[in-house]
C-alpha cells in the first residue's frame, strides 16, 4: 500500500518459514547433537540425569511491548529458566522455544526475540535445541530450560539445617524498583544513570548461572532462584528444609547485593518510604540464595545476610515481617 511501510509478518513468512529463518541465527554448541530442524533435538547429557524446568510468558502479564525491546524479551525469558537450573546446581545447558501469537506479529519482532533468547544461552554456556511455533490470539512463549548436574547431587529447596548460614549471590531489589519506576514514570520518566539501571534490571536481568555450580561444589545444602522475592523464596526454603530462616536487614542495607544509591533515589522520587522493601519482596533480579554449612561460608562473591535455626517459618532481624508489601502469605510461628 503507497505510504505505508511494509511490515512482514509471521503469517506472511509461514510456519516453515519463520522456523528457517530462526533456525539460521542459533549457534550450535558441544551439547548439541541435532538442533532446529529435524522431528526433535539430541543432545548429550553427560551426567545421565537431565535437570528440566519450564517457563511460560505471557504478554502483558510477563512482559509489555512498550517497555522492553524484542531481545530484552528474549534475554529475560530465557534468563527465567536458566535461572532455574542453575538453582538446582546444574549447568544450563540448552532450552526449547514453543512461540505463540497473532498472525500480523511482525516476523522481525519474533527474530528479536529468538536472538536475545540465544544471546542469553550463550551466556550461560547453554544453546535453543529446538522448538515450536503457533498462531494464538496474544503472544505466548514457553521456555524449557534443561542443565547438566555433572557428577553432583542435585540442590533442592529441602536441605537446609539448623547451623547453616543463609548467603545470597546476584543482586536484590533493582527489577522491582525499575518496575516501580516503569510503572509510575513510563519509559521516557525514568531519568538519570542510577534509574536507568533499575530499569535495565527489570527489562534484562543478569541471573549469577555459574554461581549455581560452583555453590554446588562448595557444599550448598539448598539453593533457589529468587524470582518471587528474597522473602517468599527463603520462606519456600524454610518450609521444603523445615527450618526457621532469619534474615538481617543490616546485611541487605548495603554491600554488593543491593545498587543502594539507586534504590534510595528511585525511593525518593517514587514516594517510597524505605527501599528495602524491593529488596526484601521484589522479585526478577534472578538472585540466588543458598544455605552452607558454617565452615564452608562465606565463598567469595556471596554475601551472609541470615541463619538457619530449629524451628519454622521466616522472621526478619527476629520479627515477623510486617513492612509494606505484606508478609501474610508465610507468617512465622
Ligand atoms: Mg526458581
Known sequence: VEGREAVITIADLGEFGLIAAI????????????????????????????????????????????????????????????????????RPTAVLVSFAGPAETPADWVLAVVRGIAAECAGAGACVAGGDTSSAPFVLLAITGLGDLAGRPPVTRG????????????TLGSAAAGFALLAARGVSGASGADMADLVDAHRRPQPPY?????????????????????????????AASG????????????????????????????????????????????????????????????????????????????????GPGGWDHFPAK
Open 23 to 90: 533456525a539460521r541465527d542459533l549457534p550450535g554448541s558441544d551439547d548439541l547433537i541435532i538442533g532446529v530442524g529435524d522431528d526433535a533435538a539430541v543432545l548429550r547429557a553427560p551426567d545421565g540425569r537431565v535437570v528440566a524446568t519450564s517457563d511460560l510468558l505471557i504478554e502483558g502479564r510477563h512482559f509489555r511491548r512498550e517497555w522492553s525491546s524484542a531481545e530484552d524479551v528474549g534475554h529475560k525469558a530465557a534468563a527465567r529458566s536458566l535461572s532455574d537450573v542453575a538453582a538446582m546446581g546444574a
Open 159 to 170: 536441605g537446609a539445617k539448623p547451623g547453616d548460614v543463609v548467603a545470597v549471590t546476584g
Open 210 to 238: 555459574r554461581e549455581g555450580p560452583r555453590a554446588a561444589e562448595l557444599g550448598a545444602t539448598a539453593m533457589i532462584d529468587v524470582s518471587d522475592g528474597l522473602l517468599a523464596d527463603l520462606g519456600h526454603v524454610a
Open 243 to 322: 527450618v526457621h530462616i532469619d534474615v538481617l536487614t543490616d546485611r541487605l542495607r548495603s554491600g554488593p547485593l543491593v545498587r543502594d544509591s539507586a534504590l534510595s533515589a528511585a525511593a525518593t522520587d517514587l514516594g517510597e518510604a524505605d527501599w528495602l522493601r524491593w529488596v526484601l519482596t521484589g522479585g526478577d533480579d534472578y538472585a540466588l540464595a543458598a544455605t552452607f554449612p558454617p565452615a564452608a561460608v562465606p565463598p567469595a562473591g556471596w554475601a551472609v545476610i541470615g541463619a538457619v535455626t530449629a524451628g519454622q517459618g521466616l522472621t526478619v532481624d527476629g520479627r515477623e515481617w510486617s
